[in-house]
């Protein structure tokens, strides 16, 4: 790459989107495949733990001693949740309802994109 192509790409998304595309372009079909695949993949991790970040925050007293952290393994995603103890009632919920929502909203979501997802809380 030139100095300024360099330079142009520095200040345009556009051209960033553009070299990115050429580059896909030039990659053989099986490693493009998985290449896109890859992308999405860690594209929606983050985005579900965005999710998850957001709605856990809101529910529990102690959002700064939250740790969440998340075991990508293929298709499978992990997320594992650690907290106060005073606060796992809050996430578990009266019979566990607010768990129980929480999983099936972020497997649906895993599931749009052919992946799987769960969330586990560690004491």
Known sequence: MTAA?????????AAFAALAKEAVDRLSFKFRQKFVSIRVHSWLVFRMREFLEFVIRQLI???DDMVLTEIP???TTIFKLQLRQSDVGRVIGRSGQTIHAIRALLASSAARHGQRAT?????
């Open 73 to 75: 393994g293929g298709r």
């Open 119 to 123: 969330l586990e809380i560690v004491e």
């Open 5 to 13: 192509g360099l330079e142009m790409f520095v200040r345009s998304p």
């Open 61 to 63: 007293e102690y959002p």
